[in-house]
């Protein structure tokens, strides 16, 4: 890997309800991005190991030599190595119950910080510092002070602005908060909570909500350089569940935790906590990749037959109105020891992709001029993570599966002959990547079909030169697996 993608890295932390929380924050020098998580795995002999993810500070500092910018007790105020890591400690003066920091005060702050590491990275070196780029890490909270500073034209120095290279984000409520399916009321300010009323980030953000949702960076930044990890485990998190409930991750709903046009993954992983997002392999994986990977792939599946069960084939001959829609279910683990997934959509996690069948088929029906297919998955590769007995190739497991919801024929629903949960398809699709030339070359392999450690086959190649995996099942399902791989960085 190139050490010039090796860029100082800024973590700005979330919210802190309670007073309590506050001095729990400052009182630590990483205010908790240096928490890690310990997973349980059983081994061959049904004997149990103990795996450990140290967290993202320290497994920073370990795999790239990231350092803290602390000396004898204190910030160091010389010169720091471009590999410095930050935290953004901007609760600290509502230490004892002072006041509390803004959104606003807080990115100007981040602003500020940004010029400060530049002078300390690059001295008087024109050339250097014209050249100099930070990455921010947010979690919560701490992605909207990021937006902030840089969607708010009254915010912060454009000097700094034009220092960010790329913002990763952990659970942020891009979208706000809902408790109780209602966005929390903007009147509701105890504790600062109403930072998550879609008004108040509409208004300090400074921009113009698109149908009601204030989830886009509005041509501030690219959003191709702003990743979303997702969090769709509600279950152990334990604050809040209650009232957010499923199809979260305990405290930010699924489809608020995005932005528009922005890579995104879905994990499950809840807000915070043993089982939370940050201290997590999966999150720290996303985020190396991210920053310092060099490839892109995505896998979009374009439906081409979607069979009904033979009951309900024969109610569609025999004239009767079918009501039905898909769930499409995707799991992307790259070759790790213990595999690690980056990528997990399941239908019990409440973050399978839903369509329409008009929506894939027949768009026109379904108000929209293109097919809605599927993305099933975009991830980020770093072949720098190839070791020398995998050569030159990079290998990643796509496990999916599609399955209908239950169907409706002539408006009642059609369940006497139906096997619960039934998939269409199901099949486990290796996806082989081998470095050539300036390029990728792709092969693929059914893994319920064939042992994954096979050459593979070559990816079809249709009409106008997109690559595909032909997709089957027994059941009449068809469809083509569409790949892309690009240069990334």
């Not at 349980?40 to 103990?50: F, I, K």
């Not at 105020?77 to 959104?103: C, F, M, V």
């Not at 399955?403 to 082989?432: Q, Y």
Request: include cysteine.
């Amino acid at each position: 890997m190139s050490k010039s993608f090796l860029h100082p890295i800024i973590y700005v932390r979330g919210f802190a309800r309670l007073d309590a929380e506050i001095e729990d924050t400052i009182n630590t020098p990483y205010m908790g991005f240096n928490l890690g998580a310990t997973r349980v795995r059983q081994g061959p002999g049904g004997e149990l190991h103990t795996f450990i993810f140290e967290s993202p500070v320290i497994r920073l500092m370990k795999d790239y030599g990231y350092r803290d910018v602390y000396q004898d007790g204190a910030v160091h105020e010389g010169r720091l190595p471009r590999t410095s890591l930050l935290i953004h400690r901007y609760y600290e003066d509502a230490e004892g119950g002072g006041r509390r920091p803004s959104i606003v005060e807080a990115a100007a702050e981040l602003s500020a910080r940004i010029l400060w590491l530049r002078e300390r990275v690059c001295g008087a070196d024109d050339e250097a510092r014209a050249a100099f780029k930070v990455y921010l890490v947010a979690h919560s909270m701490g992605g909207l002070i990021c937006r902030c500073l840089l969607q708010n034209d009254a915010v912060g120095d454009p000097e700094a602005k034009a220092c960010v290279d790329k913002v990763f984000t952990y659970g942020t409520p891009h979208n706000g908060i809902e408790i109780a399916g209602i966005n929390v009321p903007r009147f509701l300010g105890m504790w600062d909570v109403n930072n998550f009323n879609r008004e108040s980030i509409a208004d300090f953000l400074r921009l113009r909500p698109r149908n009601g949702r204030v989830n886009h960076l509005d041509g501030d930044f690219p959003p191709e350089r702003f990743f979303c990890l997702v969090g769709t485990n509600h279950r152990d998190y334990e604050a809040v569940r209650f009232a957010v409930g499923a199809s979260s991750d305990g405290l930010v709903k699924i489809d608020n935790a995005w932005i528009e046009g922005a890579p995104r993954v879905h994990a499950y992983l809840s807000h915070s906590g043993h089982c939370g997002m940050v201290n997590s392999e999966t999150g720290y994986q996303n985020l190396t990749r991210f920053l310092f990977g060099d490839a892109l792939m995505t896998a979009r599946m374009v439906v081409e037959h979607l069979p009904l069960p033979p009951s309900v084939e024969q109610a569609k001959e025999d004239g009767d109105a079918i009501e039905g829609s898909y769930l499409f279910e995707c799991t992307v683990t790259p070759r790790l020891f213990p595999p690690v997934a980056l990528s997990d959509r399941r239908i019990e996690h409440g973050s399978a992709i839903f369509r329409r069948y008009d929506e894939m088929c027949h768009p026109e029906r379904a108000g929209h001029e293109h097919a809605r297919h599927p993305v099933l998955f975009s991830v980020y590769l770093d072949s720098s993570k190839i070791t020398v007995s995998q050569g030159r190739t990079m290998l990643l497991v796509a496990d999916i599966a599609v399955r209908s919801t239950e169907f409706k024929v002539a408006g009642r629903w059609f369940v006497n002959r139906r096997v619960p949960d039934e998939n269409l398809f199901r099949d486990k699709v290796v996806i082989l990547a081998t470095a050539d030339g300036d390029g990728w070359r792709l092969r693929y392999i059914m893994g319920d079909e064939d042992w994954g450690e096979g050459r593979g086959r070559a990816v079809k190649v249709d009409d106008d030169g997109a690559t595909y995996v032909p997709l089957r099942s027994r059941k009449g399902f068809r469809a083509r697996l569409c790949l892309e791989i690009a240069a990334w960085q």
